[in-house]
């Protein structure tokens, strides 16, 4: 099992720039693909990215894809989301997940961070 924590959010003009960090305990943190998810307000949640655990492969969806970067330190038992040219519609309460090796989905969820981005 792995515990998260996510920070880094904030209140940022458009066309700035934040970046966010997810900070598991436990020791097993490398084994784990990670990722990153988002809910606006009145929204379903979404997928933002998502790195592997092996091979650091990541994959984003259309709508952050070239603006937003999915980076992992194990060193640090850490998974960052550089976030570049902020729009209003990427204001959301991001969360960071987990997903352990042989599992069907992401199980394990950070409590998130609220970003906002004013226009």
């Known amino acids: 099992q792995v515990q998260l924590v996510e920070s880094g959010g904030g209140l940022v003009q458009a066309g700035g720039s934040l970046r966010l960090s997810c900070a598991a305990s436990g020791r097993t943190f490398s084994i784990y693909d990670m990722g990153w998810f988002r809910q606006a307000p009145g929204k379903e949640r979404e997928f933002v990215a998502r790195i592997s655990r092996i091979s650091f492969s990541t994959y984003y969806s259309d709508s952050v894809k070239g603006r937003f970067t999915i980076s992992r330190d194990n060193a640090k038992n850490t998974v960052y989301l550089q976030m570049n040219s902020l729009k209003p519609e990427d204001t959301a309460v991001y969360y960071c997940?987990?997903?352990?090796?042989?599992?069907?989905?992401?199980?394990?969820w950070g409590q998130g961070t609220q970003v906002t981005v004013s226009s």
């Open positions: 997940a987990a997903d352990p090796p042989g599992g069907t989905d992401f199980e394990y």
